[in-house]
Protein backbone atom coordinates (compact mmCIF):
# COMPACT_ATOMS: atom_id res chain seq x y z
CA UNK A 1 0.00 0.00 0.00
CA UNK A 2 1.44 3.63 -1.04
CA UNK A 3 2.01 6.55 1.08
CA UNK A 4 -0.82 7.93 -1.08
CA UNK A 5 -3.17 5.17 -0.48
CA UNK A 6 -2.82 5.52 2.67
CA UNK A 7 -3.12 9.14 3.08
CA UNK A 8 -6.23 9.11 0.83
CA UNK A 9 -7.68 6.25 3.27
CA UNK A 10 -6.86 8.27 6.62
CA UNK A 11 -8.58 11.32 4.69
CA UNK A 12 -11.54 9.36 4.06
CA UNK A 13 -11.97 8.86 7.92
CA UNK A 14 -11.35 11.97 8.52
CA UNK A 15 -14.40 12.71 6.29
CA UNK A 16 -16.41 9.94 7.57
CA UNK A 17 -15.58 11.15 11.14
CA UNK A 18 -16.28 14.99 10.48
CA UNK A 19 -19.95 14.01 8.17
CA UNK A 20 -21.87 13.12 11.68
CA UNK A 21 -23.53 15.75 13.05
CA UNK A 22 -22.89 14.98 16.40
CA UNK A 23 -18.97 14.88 15.95
CA UNK A 24 -19.03 18.08 14.90
CA UNK A 25 -21.04 19.19 18.18
CA UNK A 26 -18.61 17.82 20.39
CA UNK A 27 -16.11 19.69 18.51
CA UNK A 28 -17.39 22.75 18.75
CA UNK A 29 -18.35 21.79 22.46
CA UNK A 30 -14.76 21.51 23.17
CA UNK A 31 -13.99 24.85 21.56
CA UNK A 32 -17.14 26.60 23.84
CA UNK A 33 -15.93 24.80 27.12
CA UNK A 34 -12.39 25.52 25.94
CA UNK A 35 -12.90 29.42 25.90
CA UNK A 36 -15.04 29.36 29.42
CA UNK A 37 -11.85 28.36 31.16
CA UNK A 38 -9.76 30.62 29.50
CA UNK A 39 -12.50 33.50 30.12
CA UNK A 40 -12.89 32.35 34.05
CA UNK A 41 -15.94 33.89 33.05
CA UNK A 42 -14.27 37.62 32.65
CA UNK A 43 -15.56 39.77 29.58
CA UNK A 44 -13.71 39.63 26.86
CA UNK A 45 -12.84 37.35 23.34
CA UNK A 46 -12.82 34.00 25.28
CA UNK A 47 -16.18 34.60 26.78
CA UNK A 48 -17.54 35.87 23.30
CA UNK A 49 -16.20 33.20 21.53
CA UNK A 50 -17.85 30.76 24.30
CA UNK A 51 -21.44 32.77 24.28
CA UNK A 52 -21.11 31.93 20.33
CA UNK A 53 -20.17 28.55 20.68
CA UNK A 54 -23.29 28.09 22.50
CA UNK A 55 -25.27 29.08 20.46
CA UNK A 56 -24.68 27.48 17.59
CA UNK A 57 -24.47 24.11 19.17
CA UNK A 58 -28.07 24.73 20.06
CA UNK A 59 -28.93 24.47 16.09
CA UNK A 60 -27.29 20.88 15.84
CA UNK A 61 -29.29 19.87 18.31
CA UNK A 62 -32.87 21.14 17.25
CA UNK A 63 -35.31 17.96 17.03
CA UNK A 64 -32.11 15.57 18.56
CA UNK A 65 -35.21 15.11 21.66
CA UNK A 66 -36.76 12.95 19.16
CA UNK A 67 -33.42 10.14 19.74
CA UNK A 68 -34.20 9.92 23.18
CA UNK A 69 -37.93 10.06 23.03
CA UNK A 70 -37.22 6.61 20.88
CA UNK A 71 -34.96 5.35 23.51
CA UNK A 72 -37.91 5.67 26.41
CA UNK A 73 -40.85 3.81 24.24
CA UNK A 74 -37.90 0.72 23.46
CA UNK A 75 -37.56 -2.12 25.07
CA UNK A 76 -35.26 -3.31 27.08
CA UNK A 77 -32.57 -5.79 26.76
CA UNK A 78 -33.92 -9.35 28.71
CA UNK A 79 -32.18 -10.13 31.99
CA UNK A 80 -31.46 -6.15 32.96
CA UNK A 81 -32.56 -5.79 36.25
CA UNK A 82 -35.74 -2.83 36.97
CA UNK A 83 -33.22 -0.99 38.70
CA UNK A 84 -31.51 0.04 35.88
CA UNK A 85 -34.08 -0.19 33.82
CA UNK A 86 -35.85 2.79 35.48
CA UNK A 87 -32.76 4.67 35.97
CA UNK A 88 -32.32 4.32 32.03
CA UNK A 89 -35.83 5.47 31.20
CA UNK A 90 -35.03 8.11 33.33
CA UNK A 91 -31.86 9.21 31.89
CA UNK A 92 -33.95 9.03 28.16
CA UNK A 93 -36.79 10.85 29.22
CA UNK A 94 -34.97 13.91 31.34
CA UNK A 95 -32.34 14.23 28.29
CA UNK A 96 -35.42 14.38 25.95
CA UNK A 97 -37.29 17.22 28.30
CA UNK A 98 -33.44 19.18 28.37
CA UNK A 99 -33.40 19.08 24.44
CA UNK A 100 -36.59 20.13 24.08
CA UNK A 101 -36.75 22.90 26.09
CA UNK A 102 -33.38 23.88 24.50
CA UNK A 103 -34.97 24.22 21.32
CA UNK A 104 -37.29 27.17 22.99
CA UNK A 105 -33.85 28.80 24.87
CA UNK A 106 -32.47 28.68 21.00
CA UNK A 107 -35.78 30.64 20.00
CA UNK A 108 -34.84 32.95 22.91
CA UNK A 109 -31.48 33.77 21.92
CA UNK A 110 -31.72 33.95 18.39
CA UNK A 111 -34.58 36.93 19.08
CA UNK A 112 -37.78 35.02 17.23
CA UNK A 113 -39.09 33.96 21.02
CA UNK A 114 -39.24 37.88 23.25
CA UNK A 115 -40.07 36.54 26.41
CA UNK A 116 -36.64 36.36 28.32
CA UNK A 117 -37.86 36.00 31.70
CA UNK A 118 -39.83 32.36 30.75
CA UNK A 119 -36.52 31.43 27.95
CA UNK A 120 -34.15 31.95 31.41
CA UNK A 121 -36.32 29.97 33.22
CA UNK A 122 -36.76 27.40 30.49
CA UNK A 123 -33.19 27.57 29.98
CA UNK A 124 -32.80 27.05 33.83
CA UNK A 125 -35.05 23.77 34.23
CA UNK A 126 -33.09 22.19 31.02
CA UNK A 127 -29.95 22.23 32.82
CA UNK A 128 -31.59 20.37 35.78
CA UNK A 129 -33.18 17.93 33.20
CA UNK A 130 -29.18 17.72 31.98
CA UNK A 131 -27.67 17.54 35.45
CA UNK A 132 -30.49 14.78 36.22
CA UNK A 133 -30.04 12.86 33.05
CA UNK A 134 -26.12 12.63 33.91
CA UNK A 135 -26.84 11.47 37.54
CA UNK A 136 -28.82 8.51 35.87
CA UNK A 137 -25.94 7.68 32.89
CA UNK A 138 -23.55 7.44 35.91
CA UNK A 139 -25.71 4.83 38.45
CA UNK A 140 -26.53 3.26 35.08
CA UNK A 141 -22.87 2.45 34.31
CA UNK A 142 -22.04 1.77 37.60
CA UNK A 143 -24.45 -0.87 37.40
CA UNK A 144 -23.50 -2.04 33.94
CA UNK A 145 -20.01 -2.14 35.21
CA UNK A 146 -20.85 -4.91 38.03
CA UNK A 147 -22.61 -6.58 36.07
CA UNK A 148 -19.97 -6.94 33.55
CA UNK A 149 -17.29 -7.59 36.12
CA UNK A 150 -19.70 -10.66 37.84
CA UNK A 151 -19.51 -12.12 34.55
CA UNK A 152 -16.31 -11.92 33.63
CA UNK A 153 -15.08 -13.43 37.19
CA UNK A 154 -17.41 -16.19 36.12
CA UNK A 155 -16.00 -16.60 33.22
CA UNK A 156 -12.49 -16.46 34.72
CA UNK A 157 -13.36 -19.63 36.97
CA UNK A 158 -14.19 -21.72 33.72
CA UNK A 159 -10.99 -20.53 31.76
CA UNK A 160 -7.59 -21.16 32.15
CA UNK A 161 -4.90 -18.30 32.35
CA UNK A 162 -3.68 -18.80 29.22
CA UNK A 163 -7.16 -18.89 27.74
CA UNK A 164 -8.38 -15.58 28.88
CA UNK A 165 -6.75 -13.44 26.21
CA UNK A 166 -7.51 -15.57 23.43
CA UNK A 167 -11.14 -16.05 24.19
CA UNK A 168 -13.22 -14.13 22.59
CA UNK A 169 -16.01 -13.61 24.78
CA UNK A 170 -13.80 -12.57 27.33
CA UNK A 171 -11.99 -10.06 25.50
CA UNK A 172 -15.40 -8.38 24.37
CA UNK A 173 -16.16 -8.00 28.17
CA UNK A 174 -13.44 -6.66 28.53
CA UNK A 175 -13.74 -3.86 26.02
CA UNK A 176 -17.21 -3.18 27.12
CA UNK A 177 -15.69 -2.60 30.46
CA UNK A 178 -13.72 0.08 29.22
CA UNK A 179 -16.41 1.62 27.07
CA UNK A 180 -18.73 1.73 30.19
CA UNK A 181 -15.99 3.06 32.63
CA UNK A 182 -15.27 6.04 30.58
CA UNK A 183 -18.75 6.65 30.29
CA UNK A 184 -19.09 6.71 33.74
CA UNK A 185 -15.75 8.83 33.76
CA UNK A 186 -17.67 11.62 31.43
CA UNK A 187 -21.17 11.63 33.11
CA UNK A 188 -19.67 12.02 36.84
CA UNK A 189 -17.84 15.22 35.32
CA UNK A 190 -20.80 16.32 33.23
CA UNK A 191 -22.71 16.61 36.48
CA UNK A 192 -19.89 18.58 37.68
CA UNK A 193 -20.19 21.13 34.41
CA UNK A 194 -24.41 21.05 34.81
CA UNK A 195 -23.80 22.31 39.12
CA UNK A 196 -20.95 24.71 37.37
CA UNK A 197 -23.49 26.13 34.34
CA UNK A 198 -26.32 26.31 37.08
CA UNK A 199 -23.98 27.77 39.93
CA UNK A 200 -25.43 25.80 42.42
CA UNK A 201 -21.70 26.00 44.14
CA UNK A 202 -20.12 29.40 42.71
CA UNK A 203 -17.41 29.58 45.16
CA UNK A 204 -15.97 26.07 44.31
CA UNK A 205 -17.71 25.36 40.62
CA UNK A 206 -15.94 28.31 38.83
CA UNK A 207 -16.21 28.92 35.33
CA UNK A 208 -12.67 28.10 35.33
CA UNK A 209 -13.43 24.60 36.68
CA UNK A 210 -16.83 23.97 34.01
CA UNK A 211 -14.49 25.04 31.43
CA UNK A 212 -11.63 22.34 32.54
CA UNK A 213 -14.58 19.66 33.33
CA UNK A 214 -16.45 20.46 30.12
CA UNK A 215 -13.16 20.53 27.72
CA UNK A 216 -12.47 16.80 28.60
CA UNK A 217 -16.02 15.44 28.51
CA UNK A 218 -15.88 17.31 25.26
CA UNK A 219 -12.68 15.27 24.18
CA UNK A 220 -14.16 12.01 25.68
CA UNK A 221 -16.82 12.08 23.64
CA UNK A 222 -15.19 13.28 20.40
CA UNK A 223 -12.97 9.89 21.08
CA UNK A 224 -16.30 8.38 22.09
CA UNK A 225 -17.53 8.80 18.27
CA UNK A 226 -14.24 7.83 16.45
CA UNK A 227 -15.09 5.12 13.78
CA UNK A 228 -13.64 1.42 15.68
CA UNK A 229 -10.71 -0.60 13.91
CA UNK A 230 -13.37 -2.96 12.78
CA UNK A 231 -14.88 -0.61 10.92
CA UNK A 232 -11.92 0.97 9.52
CA UNK A 233 -10.52 -2.13 7.83
CA UNK A 234 -14.14 -2.71 6.81
CA UNK A 235 -13.95 0.58 4.86
Not at 135 to 151: D, K, M, Q, W, Y
Amino acid sequence: MSTLDVTRAELALIVLYLNKAEARDKICRAIQYGSKFLSDGQAGTAQNVDKSTSLARKVFRLFKFVNDLHGLISPVPQGTPLPLVLLGKSKNALLSTFLFLDQIVWLGRSGIYKDKERVDLMGRISLFCWMGSSICTTLVEAGEIGRLSASMKKLEKELKDDEKNHNEQYRAKIKKSNERSLALVKSAMDIVVAVGLLQLAPKKVTPRVTGAFGFVTSLISCYQLLPSPQKSKTT
